[in-house]
């Protein structure tokens, strides 16, 4: 991906689905501005995940990396940090961005850091107030924090979140979540476009009339015997309530258990992971969803679905305080009442909590003119 004429080029790392899914909408903008050279980095971090997103949005990397061979998830930070280190010194960009809390995130703003290149984070400031939970995630996205240029805020209590750190306000920007971008552009290809995302049409077709549940289950820090707690619930709620369950599995080994105790259910379906595109058609079909990940929150929110958050506190609150999501944790008696209660009650409606869609349009006019700023003072 190389548009753009003039020498101010932008490197934009990403390497796992969610991060994809929330830097499609910046590299679009960025590209728009028009007086920025925009490099898209794939750190390989899932290697097939999100290449859905980018070939609908028409991205290829310009640099792809190989995910490193690592036991462990330190190892795979440092190996990051090496590979996103050499392409950043074959593209030489005058600035990095780097989304959220993962191990890409981190790796990608580390190695800008120590070639001095600034760096603009998206999705800055969220907090749980643990720095274990989520884990790693919190942890990385505190560290990104504390070495990275822009930092561009989802929500007000997110950018609050940072000036209270001691980050100079000049620098935080409240843009909204680059993910409502996201959602809105995949909507509207879907809506153009019957063929996209139809893997879902025979699993929404055999539910007929019956609600569907949405649920995904994949937080690191989630022992077994919690996902069994989980699994527990969910099964008691398949019971008692004449829906059906569609649980897309995280590519990770701990999904043997879930597998073991859901896969063979009736009205319960564990699948692969989906598309992104099957997936949002899924999520629009659903009456609940189920679910400990931090894009499924903002966009049920956006969507206005009824949202269980299976885990026992939140960086997004306003999900709780629209009225869209109740924390569940990992207990069972308490996700088969809530999610009874849910069923019962109407569907909340939309909310613009988390965005109005022109996230990334403040993302890239404000890089724009910094750089341009930055630049002109070097050549006067
Ligand atoms: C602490 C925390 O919460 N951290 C989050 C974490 O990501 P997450 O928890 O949101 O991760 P997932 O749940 O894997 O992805 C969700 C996305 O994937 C789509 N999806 C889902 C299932 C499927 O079968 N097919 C799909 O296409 C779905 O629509 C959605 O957009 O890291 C991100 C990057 O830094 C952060 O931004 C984000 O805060």
Not at 243 to 261: I, K, T, Y
Request: proline share 6%.
């Amino acid at each position: 991906m190389s548009r753009g004429s003039q020498s101010l080029s932008v490197l934009v790392v990403a390497g796992t689905r969610p991060e994809i899914i929330k830097l499609v909408p910046v590299v679009q903008a960025l590209a728009n501005a028009g007086s920025m050279r925009v490099r898209f980095c794939h750190s390989g971090q899932h290697e097939e995940l999100g290449q859905g997103v980018l070939d609908a949005a028409g991205i290829v990397p310009d640099e792809r990396l190989m995910r490193p061979v690592a036991p462990d998830i330190g190892a795979l930070v440092a190996g990051l940090t090496t590979s996103i280190g050499a392409a950043l010194d074959r593209q030489r960009p005058r600035a990095v961005v780097v989304q959220g809390d993962t191990a890409t995130a981190l790796a990608g703003a580390m190695a800008a850091f120590h070639r001095q290149i600034p760096v603009a984070h998206v999705e800055a400031g969220l907090r749980s107030g643990h720095i274990g939970r989520p884990w790693p995630e919190e942890g990385y996205r505190r560290m990104v924090s504390r070495i990275a240029h822009w930092h561009f805020a989802p929500t007000r209590a997110a950018a609050q979140a940072l000036v209270a750190e001691g980050i100079d306000e000049p620098f935080v920007d409240h843009v909204g979540n680059t993910v409502i971008d996201a959602l809105y552009w995949a909507l509207g290809r879907i809506d153009a476009d019957d063929t996209l995302g139809a893997d879902i049409a025979p699993l929404l077709a055999r539910a007929g009339k019956r609600p569907i549940v949405l649920a995904t289950v994949h937080r690191r820090e989630l022992a077994e015997g919690d996902l069994r707690a989980i699994a527990e619930g969910l099964r008691a709620l398949v019971a008692r309530e004449k829906v059906e369950l569609v649980m897309p599995l995280h590519p990770r080994a701990e999904n043997e258990v879930l597998r073991d105790l859901l896969g063979r259910v009736p009205r319960i379906h564990v699948v692969e992971p989906l598309g992104y595109f099957a997936f949002l058609r899924l999520m629009r079909a659903s009456r609940l969803i189920v679910s400990d990940s931090g894009g499924v929150q903002e966009e049920a929110t956006a969507l206005g679905r009824s949202l269980l958050v299976l885990r026992s506190e939140t960086e997004r609150p306003e999900a709780v305080m629209t009225g869209t999501a109740r924390l569940v944790g990992a207990d069972p008696a308490l996700l088969l009442d809530e999610a009874q209660a849910a069923l019962a009650r109407p569907a909340p409606g939309p909310s613009h909590v988390f965005g109005d869609g022109q996230a990334a349009e403040r993302i890239a006019s404000r890089l724009a003119r910094d750089l341009l700023a930055r630049e002109m003072a070097l050549t006067a």
